[in-house]
């Protein structure tokens, strides 16, 4: 019999979930007192008493460091609040994908996951706690802030503290706890499951498995290689793709999750998955992709290194929708971007006459509408991409996907690309990320910014970089009405919107755990096929110039330009030296800290 203990806390104001879920660093969780208590506890109550004791919750992680800590204390806090049944990933294992395919499929309450992302792990890195709802997707905006709210006046939680669970072993654990309040709660069923076969089973049923075998294991195979960067996606790629679709075993990479990622970055764009960009340049494989660290993220590459953006990955998805047996079945029932994502899912949307929604960022925007029957398949600038078979992206989902495509096209990934770009027209697409920057400073900048582009005057205004001149026909900070239940979402991120269409956008991350991120995208739409070839720099430098110009991103935040260690980025540095200072130029190659991403 294991007895409930309640133990006097306070409060914490800094609980408010970002994007997705509360990210802050391992130590704030670990060497403040009862932090991650107060928030677990914050989020079970916001499970209906009444509901609990029927309750199922799902639970699984990206397998970093803090995360087993973690799953005992949700174990021990959610037996104590009464309820009676978990399921939890073997060693604590389940990539967010999975953990939504699971709640689906067993009709759970919800799930809690155990993840910052692509955020670096270890003792020294970051940990993040996510509730999912009974739909599989990330709580909404009226449930986190009732997560808030609770944190915020948190006096006290209740714990189980000698209830320990072996996260090894697959099976039933059951535990008798002690009554409570006068109510009873009998019996704590604790299942551990098989990390990836639920969420295969899925795959199973939405793709066309034998056409993807003969793909990469029939006699005319393609060459991949799929790097999970030590994140939880490399189990699920050994089992899926090598095994189940037989690729050979060193078409997949980095397959062992580690609790600090191997000291890596867990995020794959070319920066952090700079390996597998070198890898892919030699040429000896046709297909690549990597993941983040929850198995949620991934980047696609074609042979010798063909970058897809993942605007355009979305796109083209979506374009050749039918390579996937899922659509066929279900058809198509609407697209969706998030707000900064480039216009280039619009032009397939267009041409297909398509129902196209723009969300904020964050995948739970999507959610509502895919529960309506309003949204297939959707994607986001940030390496995301999925579909409503659950309600999370899915980096492994999106992989299989372009394989299916390769396999009914029988082309190469990059004459793919310049097949859509030909009919479909190109969006240039950029981001720069300031991370870690004074938040005052940055909030300083946005709302300055803010005033300038809501002065009367700015609408109509003809801005100019070299011979390039643009003229301003929207100038807004983005809010979403939520079509399904009409909820209001304010101050999504500001936008410049050109006469000729293209955009200049600034928000402020919310997936940091220190100080403020602030991202800075440049989308502009080229039709004219002898132009969609040219260097994507050589197109976006005047924008980039005058978002700099407007906001005076630079001098505000102290930051003496965008900088990175990948190539791209270099290159356009040494290209557009005139935009940026020497000093910058140094920062750039010298200082990986400074870590501003250039996608293009
Ligand atoms: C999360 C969200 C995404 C969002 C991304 C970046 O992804 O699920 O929808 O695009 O953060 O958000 P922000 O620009 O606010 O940092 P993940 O993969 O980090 O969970």
């Known amino acids: 019999m294991v007895k409930i203990t309640t133990v006097k806390t306070k409060p914490y104001g800094d609980q408010k979930p970002g994007t997705s879920g509360l990210r802050k660093r391992v130590t704030v969780f670990q060497q403040n007192q009862h932090y991650a208590e107060n928030f677990i506890q914050s989020i079970i109550s916001v499970i209906d008493p009444a509901e609990r004791q029927a309750a199922t919750l799902v639970v699984g992680g990206d397998g970093r460091f803090f995360m087993k800590d973690a799953i005992q204390l949700i174990v021990q806090i959610a037996a104590a609040n009464g309820i009676n049944h978990l399921v939890i990933g073997q060693n604590g294992i389940m990539s967010t994908p999975a953990v939504s395919c699971v709640i689906r499929k067993i009709k759970a309450v919800g799930g809690i996951i155990l993840t910052a992302s692509h955020n670096p792990g270890g003792p020294n890195g970051d940990f993040g706690i996510k509730y999912n709802i009974s739909s599989g997707g990330p709580a909404p905006e009226g449930i986190t802030n009732k997560i808030f709210e609770i944190s915020k006046g948190l006096q006290e939680y209740h714990i189980c503290p000698e209830l320990k669970v072996d996260l090894s072993k697959i099976g039933k654990q059951t535990f008798d706890v002690e009554t409570f309040n006068n109510e009873y709660y009998p019996i704590i069923y604790l299942e551990i499951v098989d990390s990836v076969e639920a969420y295969a089973e899925m795959l199973r049923g939405i793709f066309d498995f034998a056409a993807l075998k003969t793909l990469l294991s029939g006699d005319k195979h393609i060459n991949v290689r799929l790097d999970a960067m030590h994140g939880v996606v490399g189990p699920y790629v050994k089992k899926i793709v090598c095994e189940e679709l037989g690729s050979p075993a060193n078409s997949a990479v980095n397959c062992v999750p580690q609790e600090d990622f191997g000291g890596h970055h867990p995020d794959p764009n070319l920066t952090y998955a700079a390996d597998l960009v070198k890898t892919m340049k030699e040429g000896e494989y046709d297909f690549g992709a990597a993941f983040d660290g929850d198995g949620d993220r991934n980047m696609v590459l074609g042979k010798h290194g063909f970058f897809v953006n993942p605007s355009d990955s979305v796109a083209v998805i979506a374009a050749n929708i039918t ?62 991409t999925g579909s409503d078979h659950i309600r999370e992206k899915d980096g492994l989902w999106a992989v299989l996907a372009w394989l299916s495509i390769l396999a009914t096209r029988k082309q190469s990934v990059e004459d793919i690309m310049k097949d859509h770009w030909q009919k479909f027209g190109r969006n240039f697409f ?9 938040s005052d400073a940055a909030n300083k900048m946005i709302k300055d910014l803010e005033t300038a582009m809501f002065d009367p005057s700015f609408k109509g205004k003809k801005l100019s970089s070299g011979d390039k001149t643009y003229e301003v026909a929207v100038a807004d900070n983005f809010a979403y009405t939520d079509p ?101 130029f140094h920062v750039c190659v010298c200082t990986p800290t400074y870590n501003a991403h250039t996608y293009l």
């Open 323 to 384: 390579s996937i047996p899922y659509f066929q079945k279900t058809g198509v029932k609407g697209l969706a971007r998030s707000m900064p994502t480039s216009g280039a899912l619009d032009n397939v949307a267009k041409n297909l006459k398509m129902q196209l929604f723009e969300t904020p960022t964050g995948w739970k925007f999507f959610g509502n509408l895919m529960d309506a029957g309003k949204l297939s398949l959707c994607g986001e600038e940030s390496f995301g």
């Open 430 to 438: 950029t981001r720069y990320d300031y991370e870690e920057v004074d």
């Open 484 to 584: 399904v239940d009409g909820s209001v979402s304010k101050n999504q991120g500001l936008r410049i919107i050109f006469s000729d269409g293209s955009r200049i956008i600034f928000r402020l991350s919310g997936t940091g755990s220190a100080g403020a991120t602030v991202r800075l995208y440049i989308d502009s739409y080229e039709k004219d096929p002898q132009k969609i070839y040219q260097d994507p720099q050589v197109m976006l430098a005047p924008l980039v110039d005058i978002a700099l110009k407007v906001s005076q991103l630079h001098e505000r935040t102290g930051r003496s330009g965008p900088t990175s260690v990948f190539v791209i980025c270099f290159f356009f540095l040494v290209a557009h030296y005139n935009a940026f200072n020497m000093y910058a």
